[in-house]
């Protein structure tokens, strides 16, 4: 059972090759030898996990089990979780244990799935290297000194090292995509609206959406499959059809046109991530695609217009940290102010009190409409140049990221530089388009990830085209070296 | 673009967030660099372009106006910092 994808355990579990509890118990040994060093869960929860499988495992020999009946998985720690604790790597939420689960935990458990825990992120989702965890930074499996990447590296690393099947994540500015392209898996961000945000802790709403996160496209579709659809609990949720994404990976890339934006081949992107991506697409031309270059004319204007938007929609849904209703509280408070002020300074980290600073600036009086409008101005302008490419092109690939993932502690000291990372990814949050990552070899011993952009509620096609290349290749079945004796991956 | 110290602590204050005043200095010199970068957005002609606030340009969907869920004070407030005979404690505030 090493090894193996969410599609070849959900077969095994079928043929009675072993039970879900067997699997459950050697992902919880495996958490347990390996994550001391990785520090890629923030709770384990073997109770749970152990009592899902035993269901899992009398639904598995009746005549029709769920989808995903007795997968193990693991949480990103800002989806709530009835009953186990929730705390968006935050000091704030330490102490909360939600009273009800999210659209996207319930549906998957009501697939079958086993939660084996809940994963380490940057608190509260800010971030590109969970390293601004409460609970500690988490590590890269291929190299211990370096980042997983954020802010869903806790998921991309435990997924990676064999530590989950699988694992649910959330995109705000890249946090799906970015980890996935550094520990080496597949990784989507669907459409806005397309997948439930009810129980999601918010950072951004008008940019965040969860999604999943694995080896392989195919185990990719067969999740999203699972997550996504209309909640009307969720008024951002949208109410479209969810297509058979596992279905529809056999779509032939013959004829597909696929866009390259000249933007995104420019100096910022390191020549030999450069070679690894004009490789991957070489291959999906001989798979029957034409390349076009295309334009996305506002893509500079990215980083600014989400620097803007996303601390100002943090900044106010941060605003429900009061001390009162749940979360941190601190002791002894004078006052109502000092009870606010005491309990959100102790309970937020340093890059969430930034962003909320930057948020609120952006917003007061008096530079609503030099920052927050104009950002909004550019927005469209942005999502403008992706709906003109959509005119010319079926998809649009380019690299994830920059380059392979940093050393621990190389950027945290320069916010500004951290967030240039995220320059190929933000631009598609804006948009509100869906876009996967994927493996697409390596550079110096570190994955590299090719990015898939599709117009909206195009995922199909999306997670096709991925599926297809990696038929065709086996960068996704590179994994991370062995740990040493001492724990040094590197 | 820079933020002044007395900039500053009235954000925070909006913000109820508590700043050292030996964080300030550092703190100022940070959102300094971030507001420089947005900045960038000041040279754009965004003249006529209407601000695009859901990417999908979708409006909330209206409901009917019935309750939909059930009482659950009782769970809820198991996970507040204190409260009382069903109610939430906060300091004083009316003399």
Redesign the interface.
């Known amino acids: 059972m090493n090894d193996m994808t969410v599609a070849q355990l959900i077969q095994a579990l079928r043929d009675r090759e072993f039970s879900s509890v067997e699997l459950t118990r050697r992902y919880l040994d495996r958490i347990a030898q390996r994550d001391g060093d990785l520090n890629s869960y923030i709770s384990v929860a073997p109770e749970v996990a152990l009592a899902e499988a035993e269901a899992a495992d009398r639904l598995l020999t009746g005549d029709n089990p769920p989808a995903l009946a007795g997968i193990p998985i693991a949480h990103k720690d800002i989806f709530c979780t009835r009953g186990l604790r929730t705390s968006c790597a935050s000091r704030m939420l330490d102490?909360?244990?939600?009273?009800y689960d999210a659209t996207v935990v319930e549906r998957l458990r009501h697939a079958g799935c086993v939660t084996l825990g809940k994963t380490n992120m940057d608190e509260f989702a800010m971030g590109s290297s969970s390293e601004s965890s409460y609970y500690g930074v988490c590590r890269n499996p291929w190299d211990n000194r370096r980042v997983p990447g954020g802010s869903s590296g806790g998921s991309a690393a435990a997924v990676a090292a064999d530590l989950a099947a699988a694992a649910t994540g959330t995109d705000t500015g890249g946090s799906i995509r970015q980890p996935a392209a550094l520990c080496g898996i597949t990784g989507i961000k669907p459409?806005?609206?397309r997948v439930s945000r009810l129980g999601m802790i918010a950072f951004a709403s008008?940019?965040d959406q969860g999604g999943p996160m694995a080896r392989t496209a195919e185990d990719c579709a067969i999740l999203l499959g699972a997550m996504a659809g209309h909640d009307?609990r969720d008024?951002?949720s949208?109410d479209q059809p969810v297509p058979d994404y596992r279905a529809a990976l056999s779509l032939s890339l013959q004829g597909l046109r696929i866009g390259l934006p000249r933007e995104w081949f420019g100096e910022q992107l390191q020549p030999a991530v450069a070679d690894r991506i004009h490789a991957a697409l070489r291959e999906l031309e001989a798979l029957g695609a034409t390349l076009v270059d295309i334009d996305l004319a506002?893509s500079?204007?990215s980083?600014?217009?989400y620097?803007?938007i996303a601390p100002a929609e943090a900044?106010t849904n941060l605003?429900r940290y009061?001390?009162?209703?749940?979360?941190h509280?601190c002791d002894s408070?004078?006052?109502?102010?000092?009870?606010?002020?005491?309990s959100?300074?102790e309970g937020?980290g340093d890059e969430v009190?930034?962003r909320?600073?930057?948020g609120?600036?952006?917003l007061?009086s008096g530079y609503y409409d030099?920052?927050y409008?104009?950002?909004?101005?550019?927005?469209?302008?942005i999502?403008q140049d992706f709906l003109d490419a959509f005119s010319q092109v079926d998809i649009i690939a380019g690299p994830t990221t920059p380059g392979p993932a940093f050393r621990l502690g190389e950027k945290t000291d320069?916010?500004?530089a951290m967030?240039l990372e995220d320059i190929y990814t933000l631009g598609v949050?804006?948009?509100?388009?869906p876009a996967l990552s994927m493996p697409a070899g390596q550079v110096g011993g570190l994955p590299v990830g090719l990015q898939l952009v599709g117009p909206?509620f195009g995922e199909a096609q999306l997670l096709a085209t991925a599926h297809q290349l990696q038929l065709a290749t086996d960068w996704h079945l590179s994994r991370p070296p062995a740990p040493t004796a001492t724990g040094d991956a590197a | 673009m820079s933020?002044g110290k007395d900039?500053?602590s009235r954000?925070?204050e909006?913000?109820?967030?508590?700043?050292d005043s030996d964080e300030l200095p550092a703190?100022t010199r940070?959102?300094d660099?971030?507001?420089g970068?947005?900045?960038?957005?000041?040279a754009?002609d965004?003249g006529g372009?209407?601000?695009?606030?859901?990417?999908?340009d979708?409006h909330?969907?209206l409901?009917a106006d019935v309750v939909t869920e059930d009482n659950?004070r009782s769970?809820?407030q198991?996970?507040?910092?204190?409260v009382e005979n069903g109610l939430?404690l906060?300091?004083?505030?009316i003399e």
């Not at chain 1, 009061?322 to 979360?327: A, E, L």
């Open positions: 102490n909360f244990v939600p009273p459409t806005y609206g008008s940019l009307a008024s951002t949208m506002h500079e204007l980083i600014p217009a620097y803007i900044s605003a009061d001390g009162v209703r749940y979360g509280r408070p004078r006052d109502l102010h000092d009870l606010y002020t005491r959100r300074e937020f009190q930034r909320i600073l930057v609120t600036y952006a007061s030099a920052f409008k104009k950002a909004q101005q550019a927005r469209r302008l999502r320069d916010p500004v967030y949050n804006l948009a509100g388009l909206h | 933020i900039e500053l954000i925070a909006l913000a109820r967030l508590r700043v703190l940070r959102l660099d971030i507001l970068m947005v900045e960038t957005l000041q754009v965004t372009v209407e601000p695009l606030s859901n990417p999908l979708a909330q969907p409901r659950r769970e809820f198991a996970v507040a910092p204190a939430y906060v300091p004083k505030v």
